[in-house]
Every structure is written in structure tokens, then in C-alpha cells.
């Protein structure tokens, strides 16, 4: 079965991102399931955004880890920032710089992030943004820059778990990220709690889904190409956390893909020549990146974001996010994703890592630097790739060096 329905482009040309999901819903024309995900990505904000405006609360946040499961049960839609920022275009990045004066050598994520807020001051829409202190030093900069240009914002503190700390100290941490996640209720509904029962409904759907998106990876290892880089990217990093803003559409989005999957007959070929790869980066906003990988044959199998654990059902379900919160890669220390990324390296027996950040993250990148050290003492190859957030094509350099690593990979 030839599934590369759409004449390819070149990564080169990718210029928008919208032209480049548009391209993807055509390669993948025999999926009804990931049509439908891609439109729910690519709605997201926009759709958010216009159900606000109706009068659905909603908040600009980083959308993730515990605050969609909280968010929800609270009736307001978590709208990730970081996918607002990516309809920032190189322009934008002068107006973080001129207006708010932001050293150009700032990450260009959170210069891209800053400029769609700018543009939508005063403007009716979402005004409020939760922040979250464990982000990074120029991100915390943004929102108290745009706190006193007018947005209503609240942060929590650093959620951080040195890989020691077990027993009391732990149990501290927990009670303290109760306490915070009181706070956020309170700064969104005025009152100082949370109700028991819509909890537990939120983490019994995102257990539901973390099954779910479980079972799709699986089935991905006999149908590797099925689901191209950009389209399984943007249903686990961004869909998975947050469901774009549609929960019950989402899910029955992933209802569907299963079942396309379970249908879908298996191409021995394809399993023969596949290049199974770990991305060991965020959700990368150069799609160029994405098209070059899979032009060379490359099949992004393991996930940093893969679902690693389910929330507890057996306790208090503020406890039980406060425990997930710390059980899981992202509760501080750069070892907890690390674990992550070789679970799924020896999973897949995977042939390479692809780490991505962004120019300008001297917090990230120390991260990517352990993970390629520790990848390269075990003797697999790993790139490790910069690139811009803003859209754009992505550099010709950044392109070279991702075609040459997955050739030499195939070789
Ligand atoms: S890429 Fe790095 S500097 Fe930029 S927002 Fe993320 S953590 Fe912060």
C-alpha cells in the first residue's frame, strides 16, 4: 500500500505552517481520523479564542502537565500559549525587541509568545494567562511584562523534584502543589476550591486517553508510516495534554484513528526499511524539520511526551495530581526525561535521537547535552538540532543536517 498520496514538497518550501497542515491532511487523505486531528490542531486557538468570546472562560496557560485536568473540571478551556506564539512570523520577533526590549539573543519562543499578546491587547479577547514559574527565566519575564501592560495573570511556583527527594519531603511537595492548584482555582473562580466529583471525572478521561494514545503507539510499530512526524507530534504533545480545546472531539478523533490502525493491513516492506527515531524535543515549529525526516524514511516512533504513567484513582484526585505531577518527566530534574526517552529507545530499539530546542535556550540546551552524552556512551547516534520558533522555512543548515543523519542511519 503506497500511502504518500500528495505529490511531496520540498522541506525548503515550507514557509507556513498552516500550508504545511494543509499539506499533511492531502499525504494523509485515507485517514478521516487524522484529517480530523490536524483541523482540531489547527482550530485550537482560533476556535478558543471565537468560544470565549461567546462567553466560554478560558485562559491562556502553558496548557500542560497538571493544568488542563484542573482547568477543566473548573469549566474554563486551558489555550496553550506556545500554540498562539507560533503564528508569530520573523516580524514579530521586532515588536518583543522595540516594544518591550527584550535582548535579541531572548529565545524566540517566548519573543514570538509576547508579540501575539501585544497584538491582542485590548482586543476582547482571552485576557488572563497562568503562568507557571517552572518554565523558564525569560518566559517569567514575559507575563510580568504583559501583567502591567493589562492582562490579569497569576503564577504558580517551581514545581521541582530533585531525584533524591522521596518520603516526607516529597509528601511536602504534594501538599504545597495542592495548596498552588487552590490558588489557581480560586484566582479563576473566587472560590478557594475544587469540586471532588468533576476531578475525577477529568483524570478518568485522561487515563482513558493515556490508554488510548498507548495503544496507537503500539499499533504505530506495524504501521510506522501510517502517521507522519507532524501529525503524531501534534496529537501527543499538543492534543494529549490538552485535547485543543475539544475533549469529547479529540477523543473521538483517537476512537477513530484506533480503529483506522487496527484495520490498516501491515506492509512488510515498510517494516524493513523503516528508521525507527526517538524525538527527544519539544513540538518543534520549523514543519519543514518534519517533511525532511519523513522524505528520508524516518519514522518518529518514540516520544519524549510518551504517556509514562497514569494518575492514581485510589487517591484524593487533588492528591493524585499532585503525585502525578511529581512521578512524571517533567518534575524538574533533566534525568526524569531522560528516563522517558531510553524507555522508549529500548522499546523500539530505536536507531537514532533527533533533539530539538530553540537558539537562545541555555536551559534546554543543557538538558539536550546530557541526554546526547548519555545516548553516546550507550553507542547510539543523536543530532542535536536548533532551529527557531517563529514560522518560517526552516535554515538550509538545520534541513542538511537532519537529511544527512537519517540517510547515514539507513546506511
Ligand atoms: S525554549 Fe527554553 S528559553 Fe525558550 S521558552 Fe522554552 S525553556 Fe524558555
Not at 475525577?200 to 504505530?220: F, Q, S, V
Not at 507530534?233 to 494529549?240: D, E, F, H, P, S
Request: proline share 5%; with cysteine; hydrophobic share 40%.
Amino acid at each position: 500500500m503506497t500511502l504518500a498520496l500528495a505529490q511531496p514538497i520540498e522541506p525548503e518550501d515550507i514557509n507556513t505552517q498552516k500550508e504545511y497542515i494543509d499539506y499533511s491532511k492531502k499525504v494523509h487523505s485515507y485517514s478521516p481520523a487524522i484529517n480530523q486531528l490536524l483541523d482540531l490542531a489547527n482550530n485550537y486557538v482560533p476556535g478558543a479564542e471565537k468560544a470565549f468570546k461567546e462567553g466560554r472562560p478560558a485562559v491562556w496557560c502553558n496548557a500542560n502537565n497538571y493544568q488542563p485536568v484542573l482547568l477543566y473540571s473548573l469549566g474554563v478551556t486551558p489555550v496553550s500559549y506556545g500554540e498562539m506564539g507560533r503564528y508569530s512570523a520573523k516580524e514579530d520577533m521586532l515588536i518583543a525587541e522595540d516594544v518591550y526590549q527584550f535582548p535579541v539573543e531572548t529565545c524566540s519562543m517566548v519573543k514570538c509568545t509576547v508579540a501575539q499578546w501585544h497584538k491582542r491587547l485590548n482586543s476582547g479577547t482571552i485576557n488572563r494567562i497562568l503562568g507557571n514559574c517552572s518554565s523558564c527565566e525569560p518566559f517569567n519575564l514575559s507575563w510580568e511584562v504583559m501583567r502591567k501592560h493589562g492582562y490579569d495573570v497569576f503564577t504558580n511556583e517551581v514545581i521541582y523534584r530533585g531525584p533524591t527527594v522521596t518520603g516526607e519531603r516529597l509528601d511536602q511537595l504534594v501538599k504545597f502543589t495542592m495548596e498552588q492548584m487552590l490558588d489557581v482555582a480560586e484566582w479563576l473562580t473566587g472560590r478557594r476550591e475544587v469540586d471532588p466529583e468533576k476531578l475525577k471525572i477529568e483524570i478518568a478521561r485522561k487515563n482513558r486517553l493515556l490508554g488510548k494514545l498507548r495503544k496507537i503507539l503500539d499499533l504505530r510499530l506495524t504501521h510506522p508510516f501510517y502517521m507522519k512526524s507532524l501529525a503524531i507530534i501534534l496529537t501527543l504533545n499538543v492534543g494529549l495534554n490538552n485535547y485543543f480545546g475539544q475533549p469529547t472531539k479529540y477523543e473521538a478523533a483517537i476512537d477513530e484513528l484506533i480503529a483506522e490502525l487496527e484495520k490498516a493491513p501491515v506492509n512488510e516492506k515498510d517494516l524493513k526499511t523503516v528508521i525507527p527515531l526517538v524525538w527527544a524535543g519539544g513540538t518543534g515549529q520549523e514543519f519543514g524539520v518534519y517533511e525532511a525526516i519523513d522524505l528520508a524514511g524516518g519514522a518518529l516512533l518514540g516520544l519524549r511526551s510518551v504517556p509514562f504513567r497514569f494518575y492514581r484513582e485510589d487517591l484524593p484526585p487533588l492528591e493524585a495530581i499532585a503525585r502525578w505531577v511529581y512521578d512524571n518527566s517533567n518534575a524538574g530534574a533533566g534525568v526524569y526525561a531522560r528516563e522517558v526517552l531510553n524507555f522508549e529507545v529500548e522499546k523500539l530499539k530505536a536507531k537514532g535521537v533527533i533533539l530539538y530546542g530553540y537558539i537562545g535556550c541555555s536551559f534546554a540546551s543543557v538538558d539536550r547535552e546530557m541526554w546526547r552524552r548519555f545516548f553516546h556512551e550507550k553507542g547510539l547516534p543523536c543530532i542535536n538540532l536548533e532551529g527557531s520558533f517563529q514560522t518560517g522555512s526552516p535554515t538550509g543548515q538545520v534541513l542538511t543536517r537532519v537529511k544527512a543523519f537519517v540517510e547515514m542511519l539507513a546506511a
